[in-house]
């Protein structure tokens, strides 16, 4: 690659490419076209970015990424400003004022967009591409799920044939295999191996429950370990609904996000939580493509999700550049077959005992003991000191600490406790569940 770009990653301390990243950049460069089956989190982005920039030269409009979500466009286009002048890249998308971006495109060498924007753009015609020279699909699955993939078929249609065309996808289901046969010539797949899926750094639990007790197994973890942000995950827009509710009527700094929730509520959502005034974050799939989300702590599987690929997308929102992260699933009985699938396709999940009110109560008391510690370092509690004196001398010292440990203990627990039923043990069902794997794996050999 070119010096400045080359000198552009050693300044944002990139050094190192990810496999992805290895194994796309150079037939990229070399304009070829590309499938690259990669998840969330994998480094897809530079990926594509890093051979787009060097493909820009002089002006007019160059190069089109679509991106299936305008959250994952404001990202890549974020992505690119740190390689090329800002002024030469324009996002577009929904609910933004259109007229400024008729403008912005007019002077632009990049568009980043989402289809359904960019099919208005097309039909007023502010936007043309006849000049492109290479295009690159994102997220093409989600894209498919969303319903954009015939919109991106129709934007296709409006670039030169002779472009180089990138497809990124998790997954690869038929419709977007199609897309690929009829926009693509000749392309390399390039599929990162399984056992590059998931990051080593992340520490993959689960725990049996029943479907009833999720809720307090939830409120147990999340007392445990405290997390200052969270991303916890459902399979439907109403559990993430019901769950937000839940959480909140139980006083955590709980919030919701989903494909229903209009986009002033979602940028409302977003900025609450990068800024730590919402600490957990309830999201379907679909709409937690394409955050960026830095230092999330934990995130939870409250559903198990419904591909293995969605899996390995959840858990790679922690455990980003470099650090540590947890991820706790919760399998019901009738869904061990699943999770097998899963850890056959991305690793070992290690299997947790439910904690205990018990453990819940100790950890509280230590977080508690600690707060205290930390008020005893600083200065306010010194005018408390007349009032300390006065019931030392009716009680002993440790009687005083005693009962404003207790009185403390009720302010600081966040609900009550409720019992969560033992599911029987693993050979009651598990083993059932691990021969008619064995069944399925002899049918397959």
């Not at 989402?114 to 290479?134: A, E, F, V, W, Y």
């Not at 897309?179 to 399984?194: A, E, W, Y």
């Not at 049996?208 to 999340?222: A, M």
């Amino acid at each position: 690659m070119s010096e400045n770009t080359l000198s552009a990653l050693e300044r944002i301390g990139v050094n190192t490419p990810t496999p992805i990243q290895s194994l796309a950049i150079p037939p990229t460069l070399k304009g070829k076209d590309v499938i690259g089956q990669a998840q969330t989190g994998t480094g897809k982005t530079f990926a594509y970015i890093l051979p787009a920039i060097e493909n820009i030269t002089g002006d007019g409009l160059q190069i089109l990424v679509l991106c299936p979500t305008r959250e994952l466009a404001l990202q890549v286009t974020g992505e690119f400003k740190k390689f090329i002048d800002p002024r030469d890249v324009v996002t577009v998308y929904g609910g933004q004022e259109i007229s400024y971006q008729i403008r912005a495109i007019k002077k632009s060498k990049v568009v980043v967009g989402t289809p359904g924007r960019l099919i208005d753009h097309l039909r007023r015609k502010s936007i043309k591409l006849d000049s492109i020279k290479m295009v690159v699909i994102d997220e093409a699955d989600e894209m498919l799920n969303m319903g954009f993939i015939d919109d991106v078929g129709t934007i296709l249609e409006e670039v030169p044939p002779q472009r180089q065309t990138l497809l990124f996808s998790a997954t690869m289901p038929k419709p977007i295999i199609e897309i690929t046969k009829k926009f693509q010539r000749d392309p390399i797949l390039i599929k990162v191996p399984s056992k590059e899926l998931t990051v080593s750094g992340i520490h993959q639990h689960y725990f049996s429950v029943k479907e009833k007790d999720k809720n307090e197994l939830l409120f147990r973890i999340l007392d445990i370990y405290n997390p200052q942000s969270a991303m916890i995950f459902c399979n439907t827009k109403k559990t993430v609904d019901d769950l937000s509710s839940a959480l909140k009527e139980n006083n955590y700094l709980a919030d919701a996000i989903h494909g229903d929730i209009k986009q002033f509520q979602r940028d409302k959502v977003m900025n609450a939580f990068k800024s730590k005034n919402v600490k957990i974050l309830v999201a379907t799939d679909v709409a937690a493509r394409g955050l960026d989300i830095k230092d999330v702590e934990i995130v939870i599987n409250y559903d198990l999700p419904n591909y293995n690929e969605y899996y390995v997308h959840r858990i790679g929102r922690t455990g980003r550049m470099g650090k540590s992260g947890i991820a706790f699933t919760f399998v019901t009985s009738h869904e061990i077959y699943k999770l097998h699938e899963i850890e056959r396709y991305a690793g070992k999940i290690e299997k947790l005992e439910i904690p205990s009110i018990e453990d819940v109560e100790n950890k509280s008391k230590t977080v508690l003991l600690n707060k205290i510690r930390e008020e005893l370092e600083g200065e306010g509690y010194k005018r408390y000191i007349e009032n300390a004196k006065m019931l030392v001398e009716e009680f002993s010292e440790v009687e005083v600490v005693a009962a404003l440990l207790k009185m403390n203990e009720k302010n600081f627990r966040k609900r009550e406790f409720k019992a969560i039923e033992k599911i029987r043990d693993r050979s009651d069902f598990e083993k059932r569940y691990v021969k008619k794997d064995r069944r399925v794996a002899r049918r397959r050999n």
